[in-house]
């Protein structure tokens, strides 16, 4: 038998912590999204001037980081990709409302 502290040990406990992290991470990208939505639908109801078009951008930096990580498992795949479509179905609602408005800025 091996002990305890052997390297499977401790590799198996640095993945835990990575699953965690990268599950803190998909929560913070649902807030991300909710707020954004937020203040778009402020931008539609006319409380502010200019869209948060940096809010978006980096948003989806964040999604395509969070994407392309491998150490995802599959449960946050699924969830992950989950997000990725609610946030596509307002990005092309925001889309649309803006076009209706004759905003070019997206």
Same mark, same amino acid.
């Given at each position: 038998? *091996?002990?305890? $502290? /052997?390297?499977?040990? *401790?590799?198996?406990?640095?993945? +835990?912590?990575?699953?965690?992290?990268?599950?803190?991470? &998909? +929560?913070?990208?649902?807030?991300?999204?909710?707020?954004?939505? &937020? %203040?778009?639908?402020?931008?539609?109801? $006319?409380?502010?001037? *200019?869209?948060? !078009?940096?809010? #978006?951008?980096? !948003?989806?930096? /964040?999604?395509?980081?969070?994407?392309? %990580? #491998?150490?995802?498992?599959?449960?946050?795949?699924?969830?992950?990709?989950?997000?990725?479509?609610?946030?596509?179905?307002?990005?092309? =609602?925001?889309? *649309?409302? =803006?076009?209706?408005? $004759?905003?070019? !800025?997206?």
């Amino acid at each position: 038998m *091996r002990p305890i $502290g /052997n390297k499977l040990y *401790r590799e198996s406990a640095t993945r +835990l912590e990575e699953a965690v992290a990268l599950d803190q991470e &998909i +929560l913070r990208l649902e807030d991300s999204i909710r707020k954004l939505k &937020i %203040d778009f639908d402020i931008f539609f109801n $006319g409380a502010t001037k *200019r869209p948060p !078009l940096e809010a #978006r951008a980096r !948003l989806e930096s /964040n999604l395509k980081r969070i994407s392309d %990580d #491998r150490a995802l498992t599959y449960a946050q795949r699924y969830r992950l990709t989950s997000i990725v479509a609610r946030y596509t179905s307002y990005r092309e =609602l925001w889309r *649309r409302n =803006l076009k209706a408005r $004759g905003d070019d !800025l997206i």
